[in-house]
């Protein structure tokens, strides 16, 4: 699976995935979904967002979701 909505530059918030070099780093979108936020809400806080961004971001977590294993305790 390919991401174009996904940068990753060194030089931009320390090298994190960010949304199409915004300087809005992917692990801030799926927090705001995770606590809550609904799509609507977060484009209209941050009109720089597109849905599409958002979509994008969820397939990415998808992705890294399938490649890791945590361990939780008992």
Same mark, same amino acid.
């Given at each position: 699976?390919?991401? =174009?909505?996904? @940068?990753?530059? +060194?030089? !931009? *918030?320390?090298?994190? +995935? *960010? ?5 809005? +780093? !992917?692990?801030?979108? #799926?927090? #705001? ?7 609507? @809400?977060?484009? /209209?806080?941050?009109?720089?967002? =597109?849905? =599409?961004?958002?979509? =994008?971001? #969820?397939?990415?977590?998808? /992705?890294?979701?399938?490649?890791? @294993? !945590?361990?939780? #305790?008992?």
């Amino acid at each position: 699976m390919r991401f =174009e909505r996904i @940068t990753v530059d +060194p030089r !931009v *918030c320390n090298g994190k +995935p *960010c949304i199409r070099e915004l300087r809005f +780093p !992917v692990s801030r979108l #799926l927090g #705001l979904l995770a606590s809550g936020e609904t799509q609507e @809400t977060i484009l /209209r806080a941050y009109p720089y967002l =597109e849905a =599409e961004d958002i979509l =994008e971001a #969820l397939g990415y977590a998808a /992705r890294l979701a399938e490649e890791e @294993t !945590v361990e939780f #305790l008992p």
